[in-house]
DNA sequence: TCTAACGTTTCA
DNA sequence: TGAAACGTTAGA
């Protein structure tokens, strides 16, 4: 239950340590760390190696950001194809998921964790803005190279066969992905003016009929910590408890998936590509 | 195939 | 109600 104070005074000293790791701008180049007590902890998942900055995660302060989802929105023209077309294949599913992969890498870093209501300012900033931007070469480097997100724009080459959504910038959060396709959530056609959408409903249904896992948000405080205590019980019984460190449980996870959130935004685009 | 870690169940 | 154990999923 309650940790011993010895195991408080550590964690307020790894917090420390931590505090300047945390907002590293290169930590990437720590391959191994070693806490004050003598611990060499590495993040287990190896992906949270690569930290991100806090700017990164500051979708509002950059307009190229926003712009960036302009000219990346793309992947949301699958959807509007997988909710025109029911009959569409499995394996065309599967292509359309590795399209929307390879899509939200480039839109996830600026945009994750956006709560409903910053989507709704999100998209109040859009009617604003023409899809003419051409982003700056800093703003393709998000993890997505030139090359990629060209020809992934090529690929589906759909803004103008779903004018609707060639200009919508959608957080990869606002897809639900299920065993019968990826899809929006309800809500974010609402906040689009697409409710009306044919399909959706249909495909809502599949939702519930299957168990996601939820992913880690990667923002909060938690998350973004990347040194186990090896002190608490996560860590201490690591092999029988399959349990990430207390002290980087994501707060989100902590708490109980409300179905309605979950439509809204599964924890910054479940079945998507998160830290990479 | 292995590892990390989420979700569920069981137990104190 | 929280901790522990275990099943399971997802990614490398």
Redesign the pocket.
């Known amino acids: ?1 309650s940790e011993p104070s010895s195991q408080l005074n550590i964690d307020k000293k790894l917090n420390l340590l931590e505090s300047s790791i945390v907002d590293d701008p290169l930590p990437a180049i720590h391959s191994e760390r070693r806490n004050k007590i003598g611990i060499i902890s590495e ?6 190696k690569k930290s991100r900055s806090l700017s990164n995660y500051s979708t509002f302060g950059s307009s190229s950001s926003v712009n960036d989802h302009l000219d990346k929105g793309v992947a949301l023209s699958n959807v509007g194809d997988l909710t025109l077309d029911k009959s569409i294949s499995t394996s065309k599913h599967k292509r359309i998921s590795h399209l929307l992969n390879k899509s939200s890498r480039a839109t996830e870093v600026s945009v994750d964790g956006l709560n409903s209501l910053q989507f709704m300012q999100y998209t109040d900033m859009f009617k604003g803005i023409g899809t003419e931007h051409v982003p700056p070469p800093t703003d393709l480097a998000n993890g997505i190279s030139d090359m990629e997100a060209v020809s992934t724009a090529e690929t589906m080459n759909l803004s103008s066969e779903f004018p609707y959504l060639g200009a919508f910038p959608f957080n990869p959060g606002l897809f639900i992905m299920t065993p019968a396709g990826v899809f929006l959530a309800e809500s974010a056609l609402h906040m689009a003016g697409l409710a009306e959408y044919p399909t959706q409903n249909e495909l809502a249904s599949a939702i519930n009929s299957g ?6 948000c990667g923002m909060c405080p938690p998350c973004r910590r990347r040194i186990n205590c090896e002190q608490c ?2 860590c201490r ?2 092999k ?5 460190c207390k002290f980087r ?2 707060e989100e ?1 902590k708490k109980k ?1 409300s179905p309605a959130l979950e439509k809204v935004m599964l924890p910054t685009g479940a ?1 998507f ?1 998160w830290f ?1």
Do not use: D, Y
């Open positions: 239950m993040p287990l998942n190896k992906s949270l168990k996601k896992k939820r992913k880690r019980s996560s019984n690591r029988t408890g399959h349990q990430i449980k994501c996870l998936p079945a590509r990479q």
